[in-house]
């Protein structure tokens, strides 16, 4: 029975540290998809010329989530048209956030591009998405450096915590 109790207070140790140490690639992998779909709608906006509702739509089917979701919602509050641009992309990202493993840096950089986006024309708002996308990369930089660091440490805490707490129960 004690063996029983000891394999599974290391097997949920363990997982907790791989859990948290998904978290931590979580974030790298969703800053990526974000710049993805930043320059996807820069050059549906830009080259293509596409209304903001409709690029919308495009990039909520090619990136995954909680991306898409946010551009999705940011598309339906717009199409409803009872908001402003910025209103709307303000509104979405306060729906979507809780949902993302993005830190506040990332929120401050969506809350001023969306202080530009609809409301400017073509050309500044492609300087605003790509200063937004120059921020972004520095933030993923350093969540690639984060994750480097701590991705292998929590999962080894996780594994040696449960290790020391069988030790110290038994």
Not at 50 to 67: E, F
Not at 152 to 169: A, H, Y
């Amino acid at each position: 029975m004690k063996l029983l109790g000891a394999v599974l207070i290391i097997l949920a140790s363990t997982w907790a540290g791989i859990e948290w140490s998904r978290t931590v690639s979580e974030r790298s992998r969703q800053l990526r998809q974000l710049k993805a779909a930043l320059q996807s709608l820069e050059a549906e906006i830009v080259y293509g010329m596409t209304p903001l509702s409709m690029a919308c739509g495009h990039i909520c089917r090619q990136v995954g989530h909680p991306i898409s979701w946010f551009f999705d919602s940011f598309r339906k509050k717009l199409d409803a048209g009872h908001t402003t641009a910025y209103e709307a992309w303000i509104e979405s990202i306060e729906e979507v956030w809780k949902y993302t493993a993005f830190k506040q840096e990332e929120k401050e950089i969506m809350k001023q591009l969306g202080a530009t986006i609809g409301q400017q024309d073509r050309e500044h708002e492609q300087k605003q998405l790509k200063l937004a996308l120059i921020h972004l990369e520095r933030e993923e930089l350093e969540a690639r450096n984060n994750q480097m660091k701590y991705e292998r440490m929590f999962k080894s805490l996780g594994l040696l915590g449960g290790i020391l707490l069988v030790i110290l129960l038994i």
